[in-house]
């Protein structure tokens, strides 16, 4: 069915532009209704995709300027489908979070339009349209409706994710002078033979890493990373953590590890040792810190560490066995699931302490257990996901990340699971402060989950379970990929 | 013995370099732009320089950027003065340190 | 053409500018600014552009300088010492010449003497200007007057 | 029956997780409902386990295995599986056993509690994952359920959740014991990246059959250390045995049957169970592994038992108990004897449920009184308590013949004392049993002789729902003892799969009279040290223990437990707890600013040269050109407005551009 993929990218616009003709205090039932026509679609390209078939399914190629090699290209293989299905899950999720305003809706909407097309493109330029594309409605949703604070740290996210963005567009200028496309295809199959010689393939290298490991965020990269997500409203900061940070680990899969396979494996430990400072050195700071937006937002600098342990682990070192590059890779592509989605529950689950309360020191609550065991019962549930406990999603991830980088890799692994230990200490800390001890004055008047708030949290958390009890449904999604690019790395 | 292109180029450079100290240190508005007056000659001597040490050319392209180069410069010189004379009746000093409007 | 005649007119021309950088009177700056343009024209006219030098002395010397010299006068009461120089700016200042005489040095190509060359007459310039120039020309012409128009607007007193 | 649970084993604990599950769905205020559930689960559990040990008696060496796909990523498959082993089926019946029992104790003893209804889901979760662990057939699925223990654990230990050190001790367990986990994960990872698989049996290619060992080589040294390092953290073995003591704050019934009977021996079942990785290579039944596993072991034994001599608190008594008999596994399984050391262990649980139990009952009898220094003379007020626990007492202490715990003490101490790399460890038990005896016939005394105090002056014999189970419980702890016996090894030959027969020849073992006086010494030892407690003597105030009135020091080095906390607080925590400020510090002082330096080199270099020309030149700064100096703010800050900053700028560009020249040149 060709026309899948363009009319998912037209469908949140449209509903933007919908917004505008209907009356304001109906537009989050609007973009709603739209976001139910996007999974419907984003549900239609899951039907049409062929599991047993590597490769991009479902194309569609326009010519769009070509005379510096732009087309409209856009295509699925399994790790788009996997993202693109995670961000037809995750909008809906963050529009069910808080109250909205028309402006505000519109510009989640253009922002998931942007998550659509980032996805699927498979052209440079039209990649790096959408992929700015989602920067701006991100900037203004912070600028406009985040909490104190939110002009230093839009400016500061902004001007980071930027200042990445332009090097990266210098370092595809370069491959495109040199090479004379943009297509992701034609370029990873440049590849392997060295797509730039010399010097200039460094600085093409190092644009688009940093880009990148800007957008991830990649240890010591992070540091907008706090600040921008503890400003954000909560349904922003869901969208941040759950897919814009997807964005520059997908960047990772599709551009650095297929265009600089060489560059790569020359400088692999040094580029493992940043991805084990994300993992041991954000979840040390994650305990110091009183915010818990913070603190969860640097729990995910860890969380996205992992990933990044097991893309530079198969490519840095391509030694491994095709079990081991297999693993990591799948494990990555797990991870960037499951932690969409348990991430952008524990900010959900913030958020809702912070409805309440009003506050959200680790400070100002305690003794919840007593109060709202429902509340309190969920939250623990994302929380033991995202620390790894098994028969929960994150579980799964981690052992296959694990399980691949430790068999290529394995001293740096050693290191990371010290990241696994704090990230524990962290999450009981936090429990302990929250949930025991007697309750607090403050909060003895929280209400328990109400029924609408039931309704959003209980299905994604069954979703954990389902995903860490039998995760074969999420694995066949992409199998037949990790099959191919375990090929192309290894 | 005669002169190489490279003597220009390192005079041109040294009169570029003296022009970007006078801009960058002075904190007098006046200063700045004799600076920057400066580095718009060691341009227009290399421009002069590169068409003398090279093959002839018709029509001659290094003289007529000169030229085009010193109008142009001519025409900064006078706005750049005359906002000099603007801003010193506005606040009553040309000290460009006092001048940070612009601050984000 | 001379390497000494080069060398002396270049060492009289950086002094000037240098003394035109740092000394303090704004006034005794702007007399070293033009003795430095004078040899800069002299320079031109080693190199055999005699035109281009007249113009910079006439452009330079006579109108920019005396403009110069004339808002010095209009904004009297500010002209006080200047402080000579700054220790970023002159570390600024010699990284870029070293810089930049690095990159000279290095460059093989440019190691070159002067090959016999035709006279520029002011003849072939004008027709060069009315022919392949006229463009920039008639552009350089309308920056001109809107520079004029803008000073003028700028400098003149608004009227309460 | 029996042929069809052998291809269902999941049943067994799928059912106490269903019944959790139906349990945690209840309303709060449900106790009957919740309390017949779990009841009904755990009898369930019971009778499937009995099904699934009916076949393994009549083969020995008997094995049952059901592999089957977790998942498949790429092309590869993870295969998971369910065993059945005499070493599984053991295990299933000792803790279904023992699991009823405390969970019929606990509906009485947690009858008053508000949330009785989620602490019969917690513990039939635990109930559930601890089945699983036995029959895993995978060093995976076994992490998983390990890890699901691990939790229960956290659970319920925190489970009055109100008081702030329950919170904290849940805290300390669920950190320390995966700091073992992590070495467990560790070993993991290696044993599959080396073996490729991580099923136990897998018709001859499993990790633990020549298939898989062969391919370990040299590794499996390591491999097994980390593994161990997960039942270093799990069975509280020096130096992880930290949280255990702690762990007391949860409710009784959950320290009898995770913290004493099943939970904690799960370390010693994981080694038993790896034991072909440890014992690679062996030389003489001694490898590298193994020596470690033994004096980790030797020490964790005589540690623990010199510590429970100077508690007060009659649960600590017994979790210092607990981690010095854990000790003694395994030492047991380090110097080759498997059998003894999982005979020691299904002893153990039940002795030491019964104990736990019965520690339960006099503290409900005392109204929440754990301080042994305030009982006394509860033996004729709590007589059923008093028997049974005084059985408990006598298995612990290993009193020979009659009592479980004696046969396998006596096993262990047969094989440390034919250990061919060193007679130590077999002298370290030997004080061992001493104190023990020691210690128990202190606590014994403290509670249940002498005259009453504070606490027992209105305490009163537990209900029968209470009391049935410490019966129950003491007549497996005697019963038990028959098929320990060396006269009729038949538990030894089954976990071992050779045949039994009877040989009452072998009733008469030399080290039996060694053991037989050390104990008898350790009780009378006690008796004369502790005959005058709560007695004023003449220099001695009535409420100093004996030890502390002859050896203040020492006592008090041992009420301290050695200092080990206070050590760790001081070294390793507080290590962790500077390195996570030195990381929040960095990240807000020192990476933003190095990233925004390389971000925007040009600004802040402009930056720089204007605060040089400041600090250089003049020192009447202008209030307005203080901000240009700011290094710390944002980037926008170098938007100083000042057109020199700007021009700097530009002429760094210029420089870096040469550099770049320069690079590439």
């Given at each position: 069915m060709v026309g899948l993929i363009s009319a998912l990218i037209m469908v949140p616009l449209a509903g933007a532009l919908a917004l505008f003709t209907?009356?304001?205090?109906?537009a989050r039932p609007i973009a709603l209704l739209f976001n139910a026509l996007a999974a419907l679609d984003a549900l239609a390209l899951w039907q049409h995709?062929?599991?047993?078939?590597?490769g991009l399914q479902l194309v569609e190629r326009h010519t769009w300027i070509p005379a510096v090699g732009a087309e409209y290209l856009v295509g699925i293989d399994g790790l788009s489908l996997l993202l693109v299905l995670l961000t037809s899950l995750i909008i809906p999720f963050a529009f069910l979070a808080q109250r909205m305003e028309r402006g505000f809706c519109a510009l989640m909407l253009i922002m998931q339009s942007a998550l659509y097309g980032t996805f699927t493109a498979q052209n440079f330029v039209l990649w790096f349209l959408f992929y700015e594309m989602s920067l701006i409605p991100a900037f203004l949703l912070i600028k406009i409706?985040?909490?104190?604070?939110r002009d230093r740290a839009a400016t500061k996210f902004f001007l980071y994710t930027f200042l990445g963005s332009v090097a990266m567009l210098l370092g595809f200028l370069g491959i495109y002078l040199a090479r004379g496309s943009f297509d992701f295809a034609t370029l990873a199959g440049l590849?392997?033979?060295?797509?730039?010689?010399?010097k200039l393939a460094w600085l093409a290298f190092a644009g688009i890493f940093l880009g990148l490991a800007v957008k991830v965020p990649l240890f010591p990269f992070h540091t907008w990373l706090p600040d921008a997500y503890e400003s954000a409203p909560t349904g922003v900061a869901m969208v941040l953590t759950g897919l814009l940070s997807k964005m520059g680990v997908y960047g990772f899969v599709r551009l650095l590890l297929p265009l600089f396979p060489n560059e790569i494996r020359i400088i692999g430990p040094w580029l493992l040792a940043l991805a084990i400072c994300s993992i041991v050195f954000a979840p040390l700071a994650a305990w110091v810190q009183s915010d818990l937006k913070r603190m969860v937002a640097y729990l995910s600098v860890n969380h996205l560490g992992y990933c990044m342990l097991g893309l530079f682990a198969v490519a840095a070192l391509?030694?491994?066995?095709a079990i081991d590059t297999q693993a990591a890779l799948s494990g990555v592509f797990m991870q960037i699931f499951n932690h969409g989605i348990t991430a952008a529950a524990l900010f959900y689950l913030v958020g809702l302490l912070e409805q309440r309360r009003g506050l959200r020191g680790i400070?100002?609550?305690?003794?919840?257990m007593q109060r709202t065991p429902l509340l309190c019962g969920w939250m623990s549930v994302a929380m033991f996901s995202s620390l790894g406990?098994?028969?929960?999603?994150?579980f799964i991830g981690e052992f296959l990340i694990f399980k691949g980088s430790f068999a290529i890799a394995a001293s740096f692994t050693a290191l990371a699971v010290i990241g696994l230990l704090v990230t524990a200490i962290v999450f009981m800390r936090a429990m302990q402060a929250l949930f025991s001890g007697p309750l607090a004055e403050n909060c003895s008047a929280f209400p328990d989950l109400l029924p609408r708030e039931k309704v959003t949290i209980i299905p994604v958390t069954l979703l954990m379970f389902a995903i860490g009890v039998a995760p074969q449904f999420v694995f066949n999604i992409f199998n037949t990929t990790v099959v191919q690019m375990a090929r192309l790395f290894g | 013995m005669t002169p190489t292109l490279q003597l220009f180029l390192i005079i041109s450079a040294a009169l570029f370099s003296i022009g970007l100290l006078a801009a960058l240190s002075r904190r007098h508005a006046i200063f700045i732009l004799i600076g920057i007056e400066m580095m718009l000659a060691a341009a227009n001597l290399n421009f002069i320089a590169f068409w003398r040490f090279s093959p002839q050319s018709q029509p001659p392209t290094g003289v007529m950027i000169a030229i085009f180069s010193i109008a142009i410069a001519a025409a900064e010189a006078a706005v750049g003065l005359a906002l000099v004379i603007a801003v010193y009746r506005h606040y009553r000093t040309t000290n460009v340190d006092h001048l940070n409007q612009l601050k984000g | 053409m001379s390497s000494a005649a080069v060398v002396i007119i270049a060492i009289l021309t950086l002094a000037a500018a240098l003394a035109a950088a740092t000394l303090q009177k704004l006034m005794h700056a702007t007399l070293s600014f033009a003795v430095a343009l004078v040899g800069v024209a002299a320079l031109f006219f080693l190199l055999g552009a005699e035109f281009v030098g007249l113009v910079l002395v006439f452009v330079y010397i006579g109108a920019v300088a005396v403009l110069i010299v004339f808002t010095i006068l209009l904004t009297r009461r500010d002209v006080g010492k200047d402080r000579a120089a700054n220790w970023g700016g002159a570390f600024l200042a010699v990284a870029v010449f070293g810089g930049l005489t690095w990159a000279i040095l290095k460059t093989?190509?440019?190691?070159v003497v002067a090959p016999h060359i035709r006279l520029v007459t002011v003849k072939r310039i004008g027709e060069a200007l009315m022919t392949s120039y006229v463009w920039p020309l008639q552009c350089v012409g309308l920056l001109l007057t809107a520079a004029l128009i803008g000073a003028l607007v700028l400098v003149m007193e608004e009227k309460p | 029956m029996s042929r069809w649970i052998l291809d269902h084993l999941w049943l067994i604990p799928a059912v106490p997780f269903a019944v959790s599950l139906v349990i945690l769905s209840l309303?709060?205020?449900?106790h009957k409902s919740a309390a017949v559930l779990a009841v009904a689960g755990q009898v369930a559990a019971l009778v499937l386990s009995f099904f699934a040990f009916l076949p393994t008696?009549?083969?020995?060496?008997f094995r049952a295995v059901q592999n089957f796909t977790w998942f498949t990523f790429g092309d590869h498959a993870l295969r998971l599986g369910w065993l059945l082993d005499p070493l599984a089926a053991v295990m299933l019946m000792m803790i279904t056993l023992v699991g009823l029992c405390i969970f019929v104790f606990s509906t009485g003893y947690m009858?008053?509690?508000?949330n009785f209804v989620r602490f019969f889901a917690y513990l039939s979760f635990f109930s559930g994952a601890m089945l699983g662990l036995v029959i895993s057939n995978s060093l995976l699925l076994l992490f998983i359920f390990w890890e699901l223990v691990g939790l229960a654990s956290y659970l319920l230990i925190g489970f009055?959740?109100?008081?702030p050190s329950a919170a904290t001790a849940a805290k300390k367990a669920f950190v320390t014991t995966r700091i073992g986990d992590l070495g467990f994960f560790l070993g993991l990872l290696w044993l599959y990246g080396r073996?490729?698989?991580?099923?136990?049996?897998?018709?001859?290619?499993?990790?633990?059959e020549t298939g898989g060992l062969n391919m370990l080589g040299a590794s499996a040294t390591f491999i097994a250390l980390l593994i161990f390092c997960g039942a270093m953290g799990k069975s509280g073995q020096?130096?992880?045995?930290?949280?255990l003591p702690d762990a007391?704050?949860?409710p009784t019934p959950v320290s009898a049957l995770?913290?004493?009977?099943t939970m904690v021996a799960a370390g010693v079942f994981l080694v038993a169970r790896a034991y072909p990785i440890f014992s690679l290579g062996a030389i003489n039944g001694v490898t590298a592994s193994l020596m470690v596993v033994v004096w980790i072991g030797v020490i964790t034994a005589l540690m623990a038992a010199l510590i429970a001599i100077a508690q007060a608190d009659i649960k600590r008594i017994l979790a210092y108990s607990t981690i010095s008999q854990l000790g003694l596994m395994m030492v047991s399984l380090g110097v080759g004897g498997v059998a003894a050391g999982m005979m020691h262990l299904l002893a153990h649980g039940f002795f030491k449920a019964l104990l736990f139990l019965g520690a339960g009952s006099v503290i409900h009898g005392c109204h929440g009184?754990?301080?042994?220094?305030?009982?006394?003379?509860l033996r004729w007020l709590m007589p059923i308590t008093f028997s049974t626990y005084a059985i408990g007492m006598m298995a612990l202490s290993g009193?020979?013949?009659?009592?479980?715990g004696g046969w396998t003490k006596e096993e262990i101490l047969h094989v440390t004392a034919h250990?061919?790399?060193?007679?130590l460890p077999y002298y370290f038990l030997l004080i061992g049993v001493l104190l023990t005896a020691l210690y128990m016939t202190r606590q014994i005394i403290y509670v249940f002789f002498g005259d009453r105090r504070v606490a027992s002056q209105h305490a009163h014999e537990s209900p029968r729902v209470m009391t049935m189970p410490l019966i129950a419980l003491a007549i497996c702890a005697i019963l038990f003892s028959i098929v320990l016996t060396p006269a009729w090894p038949w538990l030894h030959d089954y976990l071992t799969g050779t045949a039994a027969d009877v040989e009452?020849?072998?009733?008469?073992?030399?080290t039996l009279f060694l053991s037989l006086v050390l104990v008898g010494a350790g009780f009378a030892l006690g008796i004369w040290m502790?005959?005058?407690?709560g007695v004023q003597d003449r220099q001695r105030?009535?409420?100093?223990?004996p030890l502390e009135f002859a050896q203040p020091q020492l006592f008090r080095f041992l009420e301290n437990k050695m200092w080990i906390d206070e050590l760790y607080a001081r070294t390793i925590i507080a290590f962790s707890w500077m390195s996570a400020r030195l990381s929040d510090w960095m990240d807000r002082h020192f990476w933003d600013r190095l990233v925004r330096g390389f971000g925007g080199i040009g600004q802040l270099l402009g930056v720089f040269t204007a605060s040089i020309d400041e600090r250089g030149?003049?020192?009447?700064?202008?209030e307005t050109t203080?901000?240009?100096?700011?290094?710390?703010?944002?980037?926008?800050?170098?938007?100083?407005?000042q057109i020199q900053t700007y021009l700097s700028v530009i002429a760094i560009g210029v420089l870096a551009l040469l550099l770049f020249y320069a690079w590439l040149a």
């Open positions: 209907a009356p304001a205090r109906n995709f062929d599991i047993r078939t590597a409706w985040g909490g104190e604070n590849g392997k033979n060295g797509l730039l010689s010399g391509p030694s491994g066995a400070g100002d609550f305690g003794g919840l406990l098994p028969g929960l999603n994150g | - | 093989q190509s440019v190691a | 309303p709060n205020g449900r008696l009549q083969t020995p060496g009858a008053g509690d508000k009055w959740i109100e008081r073996s490729g698989t991580l099923l136990f049996y897998d018709g001859g290619d499993g990790c633990l020096f130096p992880l045995h930290v949280w007391m704050e949860g995770i913290h004493a009977a009184e754990q301080d042994i220094r305030k009982m006394g003379g009193v020979p013949l009659f009592f479980s250990w061919p790399a060193s007679r009452l020849v072998r009733l008469i073992q030399s502790y005959r005058k407690v105030p009535a409420d100093t223990d030149i003049n020192a009447g700064v202008d203080v901000g240009t100096r700011g290094l710390g703010r944002l980037i926008s800050a170098a938007h100083s407005g």
